[in-house]
């Protein structure tokens, strides 16, 4: 087994592409201090942030784009879409590299830094209401794009079906390949639900036996950007839980402190969502004899440094 990343494929959008390219192939990186490093449990983790996007969400953003150019809903009309940040920094930098402009409806809370890194992609952000969340940003894209259908067609990322193929046809092989096929547990978080859906129904349609766990903020009001508590929101319709295999809660504290934790004792900067995660492995882990365990680290965490997992360290 490799931290390297895969080799490249040529069945990905764009592959072909200079940047776009880029997107995936992503290191997977056995932790070395959180977890002991030999021992019959192993807990890896997939490095996002080395995206040329800086996230997972790169994936989701190609998949979708390719496939609206496919079905010639784009270009010529805008792509609208609401995100808390990551999504929406993927669709701008793609759409900046493909001349596709990018409208974006994001929540006022959502950190500085991707309020900043989605303009100096050249996209228009329209601010929403903080206390509304994702869910408030995501109605207010529908209302718009149903207002303008001929000035912009709304990816809906929540419930667009490019975004679980994404994962499926790449991080999904990916995690395979990178483990030689040994993982033995999945644990990925619940936002669209689009990695944890895509990657784990393919890594169970390749050997049935692997436990696919989804992670949710323990609290209804959190602090972990792009996670969601499905108890207290509109489940997206991506989001099918009647095959997974364990539902995790992690608090915002112990995300947070686990962020800290991965960059003074792993030397990795993640984000609250990747705390969340790495959380959640270790306990996976925590209860095995032997196995596995891949977890997901949607970002980079540099876009974070303003947010309280940091003023609070």
Same mark, same amino acid.
């Given at each position: 087994? &490799? ?90 930098? *793609? ?12 929540? &006022?809370?959502? @950190?500085?830094?991707?309020?900043? *890194? ?74 669209? &639900? ?47 839980? &009647? ?62 440094? @303003? ?7």
């Amino acid at each position: 087994m &490799s931290d390297d990343t895969v080799e490249r494929g040529t069945s990905r959008p764009f592959a072909d592409h200079p940047l776009l390219g880029r997107i995936g192939m992503t290191p997977l990186i056995r932790l070395q201090r959180l977890w002991p490093p030999q021992g019959p449990v192993e807990v890896w983790v997939k490095a996002e942030g080395f995206n040329p996007g800086g996230s997972v969400k790169d994936r989701a953003a190609l998949f979708i784009i390719a496939d609206a150019i496919e079905r010639g809903v784009l270009p010529g009309r805008r792509l609208l879409d609401a995100t808390s940040g990551n999504t929406g920094i993927a669709y701008a930098m *793609i759409g900046a590299a493909l001349g596709i402009g990018v409208t974006l409806c994001v929540p &006022s809370n959502a @950190s500085v830094e991707r309020h900043r *890194i989605l303009r100096a992609f050249g996209a228009e952000v329209i601010v929403t209401d903080p206390l509304e969340g994702t869910e408030g940003a995501r109605h207010q894209a529908e209302a718009l794009a149903r207002r303008h259908p001929d000035r912009y067609w709304w990816a809906d990322q929540y419930s667009n079906p490019a975004n679980v193929r994404a994962h499926h046809q790449t991080t999904g092989p990916e995690i395979w390949q990178q483990t030689a096929g040994r993982v033995t547990h999945f644990v990925a978080g619940v936002g669209t &639900s689009g990695t944890l859906m895509g990657t784990g129904g393919y890594l169970k349609a390749r050997d049935p036996a692997i436990r696919v766990i989804g992670v949710e903020p323990a609290e209804a009001l959190h602090g972990l950007e792009g996670l969601k508590n499905m108890a207290a929101v509109e489940p997206p319709a991506l989001f099918d839980p &009647s095959w997974l295999d364990d539902r995790l809660y992690v608090s915002t504290d112990d995300a947070y402190a686990m962020v800290r934790r991965l960059a003074r004792e792993e030397g990795i900067l993640a984000g609250g969502s990747g705390g969340a995660n790495v959380v959640a492995a270790l306990r996976v882990a925590s209860r095995l004899q032997e196995g596995v365990v891949v977890t997901v680290l949607p970002d980079d965490g540099t876009r974070y440094l @303003s947010t309280a997992i940091w003023r609070e360290a």
